[in-house]
């Protein structure tokens, strides 16, 4: 061993130190052009996709929350359209109800109008019965009385008789 100083006494050998220098930095040199530039590279992709990656899902967040937007919108416009439909049903019921009540009410009328004509028909054919049977048993009544005393009795009071019960007097 040579004695060159304190990195003598160590046991270092400056050629062989200088070799493995060199040798270092070479290695360094091509580990840095083939290994450390492509991971560098790799690692800043994968960064860039990472950082895209939650750019969309920032941007999917914002458009799900305007889709929400616009969902909750469509829902109320249903929602209002569904209530104003109900209404309307509800009118045309309305309707329909007074327009059958009507009907019915037309229907009862006309109802009773023939009841109350056939009533009427009724009532004057009665009363044209009553007149006939009437005069019948004013001339039977006429008849015997005349028997009993004819000169009293003339065809005017026979006459007047029968208009008395015709106007419904008697």
Do not use: C
């Not at 007074?98 to 009724?122: F, G, I």
Request: proline share 1%; hydrophobic share 45%; aromatic share 4%.
């Amino acid at each position: 061993m040579e004695s060159g100083g304190i990195i003598g006494q160590l046991g270092i050998d400056w050629k062989l130190f200088l070799s493995q220098a060199f040798n270092f930095f070479i290695l360094l040199l091509i580990l840095r052009a083939f290994v450390y530039k492509p991971l560098l590279i790799v690692i800043k992709k994968r960064n860039e996709k990472i950082k895209e990656g939650l750019e969309k899902a920032e941007a999917a967040d914002v458009r799900l929350k305007e889709v929400d937007v616009i969902a909750k919108g469509k829902l109320k416009q249903a929602d209002q359209e569904s209530i104003s439909m109900i209404k309307k049903t509800e009118e045309k019921a309305k309707q329909l109800e007074q327009s059958l009540t009507a009907k019915a009410e037309d229907h009862q009328k006309e109802l009773m109008a023939q009841a109350q004509l056939s009533y009427e028909r009724e009532l004057e054919s009665s009363r044209q019965d009553v007149l006939k049977n009437a005069s019948e048993i004013i001339k039977k009544i006429i008849v015997k009385t005349v028997e009993l005393k004819p000169e009293a009795i003339d065809e005017a009071l026979i006459s007047k008789a029968a208009s008395q019960i015709k106007d419904g007097k008697i």
